[in-house]
């Protein structure tokens, strides 16, 4: 427990100190690329994927509890705002954090584990630099874009199913959304999933670059950003959504 | 100036039992070849960090090129860095790097004005050196085997043109005929460039006497003896004599063979 919170404390100078890289040069900007393809692009099918089914098993669920009440038009709208507030960052943290965050501490692990970190520094490299900064800045800008994704396809999805499968009328599906959301219900959902990011490549990433013991130590750090980053993740959508709440609305 | 690495004094300890340098005093000299003995777990490369600027002494001084490390802000630290070029005892190249990349990496890091073509030409004539040619280039480290990885890691350390080389246990866990090759190279290395000064830490006995021209033992974290092999030798410390006499028996025609 405490171990727990040293490991917090140890976390944030470790932030610090690698975001106060960010504007010194070299910039690093090849290296960020090539982190947002990994994390983004390749994320793109299973996202989308994971979006589909989501939205529509989400539309199917709606479905029978609105029947009862005969307010089957408000799938649509609860669909959307379900997705773009909550189910979108989530569920794409969620996925991107075992994808993309289980490989970044593997990685930074192994090199750690082999001394090639070391080897950086000898060579005048800095490694938080050179492996850290760019890899949380990349899932900070792509996170918010593979959310904004699984949105859009989880909408899809939905809309497909209710009206091709449920009989509601597409005219009305659509107009009721138009009603009931608004850009800020997509924004804050962005900004969650930005968070998100920043949660799981700032474990995964310190968990990397502090892996001791060889393969073994590798696979504990692995397993330690998985389970931490999803914990986090889920907590802070808590704590983030009520402060939202008492914001915007 | 005539040292190339001065410790002073250096003292280092990792928790309340863990004291690994109690005061060790060395004085590597330019421009030869030094070997730094010791028993696994004397403090090798704990030291060796030290010099290398990885680790902050808890007290004493590192004085590298005639500059205190412990006075040097992050900044300079990373000019001296450039000075020095390392072999780790796996090469720890860099895995997701072909051969060439790995050795062109050091110099498109620290001469960012060359073009393309002319960081390629460097990193080739490394290789080069080091008897690698163009089929290895695109290689990654996991396919080479210890030996090429040994000679890739090599060569990347050449890469800037170091004034300090430094071999962390070059020859550890190779077969003897294997190991002899890396020695063989780490000499050739060193005489090809004059003025370069060459630090290897090692246990193997036989071959620090071998190739080194000056040998430094460290035992109970501080440096129980220093100079040419010949003090070795000629030592009465009852430790060392034993020490020795079992090393006698290897040593064959080199630069510090016994009389």
């Not at chain 2, 290895?136 to 890691?153: A, I």
């Amino acid at each position: 427990m405490v171990g727990g919170i040293l490991d917090l404390g140890e976390m944030s100078t470790f932030f610090t100190s690698s975001m106060g890289w960010l504007v010194r040069p070299p910039f690093r900007l090849y290296e960020i690329f090539e982190q947002i393809e990994f994390v983004g692009n390749k994320s793109v099918f299973i996202i989308m994927l994971s979006g589909l089914f989501t939205g529509m098993v989400f539309a199917l669920q709606t479905y029978s509890a609105f029947h009862v009440v005969s307010s089957e038009t408000l799938i649509g709208p609860t669909v959307a705002l379900a997705l773009t507030r909550e189910l979108g960052p989530v569920m794409t943290g969620l996925i991107v954090a075992g994808r993309a965050g289980a490989a970044m501490s593997a990685q930074i692990g192994t090199m750690r584990v082999t001394e090639q970190i070391d080897a950086l520094e000898v060579m005048g490299v800095n490694p938080k630099q050179y492996l850290v900064t760019p890899r949380i800045v990349a899932c900070v800008i792509a996170m918010p874009l593979l959310a904004a994704v699984f949105d859009f396809i989880g909408n899809l999805g939905s809309y497909y199913l209710s009206t091709h499968l449920l009989n509601i009328d597409a005219a009305t599906y659509l107009d009721k959304i138009n009603l009931f959301t608004r850009p800020k219900d997509i924004a804050q959902g962005l900004i969650k999933a930005a968070f998100f990011g920043l949660i799981f490549s700032l474990i995964g990433t310190f968990k990397g670059f502090h892996t001791k013991n060889g393969a073994r130590g590798v696979g504990m750090a692995t397993n330690e950003t998985v389970v931490l980053s999803s914990i986090l993740i889920l907590v802070s959508d808590y704590f983030l959504s009520a402060l939202i709440k008492m914001i915007m609305y | 100036m005539e040292n190339a690495i001065e410790l002073i004094n250096l003292r280092k300890s990792f928790g309340p039992n863990g004291d690994v340098l109690k005061g060790v005093d060395l004085k590597v000299p330019r421009g030869k070849i030094t070997v730094i003995i010791g028993f696994s777990g004397a403090g090798k490369s704990v030291m060796l960090k030290h010099i290398l600027g990885l680790l902050k002494a808890d007290q004493g001084t590192v004085t590298v090129l005639g500059q205190d490390l412990g006075r040097l802000d992050e900044h300079a630290l990373n000019e001296i860095r450039k000075k020095f070029g390392m072999l780790f005892q796996s090469a720890a190249l860099f895995d997701d790097m072909t051969t060439i990349e790995n050795v062109e990496f050091p110099i498109k890091e620290m001469r960012r004005k060359l073009k393309k073509q002319e960081i390629r030409k460097e990193a080739e004539q490394r290789l080069k050196v080091v008897g690698l040619g163009p089929e290895h280039y695109n290689k990654y480290p996991s396919v080479l085997s210890g030996g090429m990885r040994k000679r890739v890691g090599l060569a990347r350390a050449l890469a800037l043109e170091p004034e300090i080389l430094l071999y962390d246990e070059p020859t550890t866990g190779l077969d003897p005929v294997l190991a002899e090759t890396v020695d063989d190279l780490i000499v050739s290395t060193h005489n090809h460039r004059p003025g370069l000064t060459s630090v290897i830490i090692s246990h193997d006995l036989p071959a620090a006497f071998r190739i080194g021209d000056y040998v430094a033992m460290l035992d109970g974290g501080k440096i129980r003896l220093f100079g040419p092999p010949q003090v070795f030798f000629e030592s009465e410390d009852p430790f060392i004599k034993k020490f020795v006499h079992k090393v006698k028996e290897y040593v064959g025609e080199g630069r510090g063979a016994p009389p």
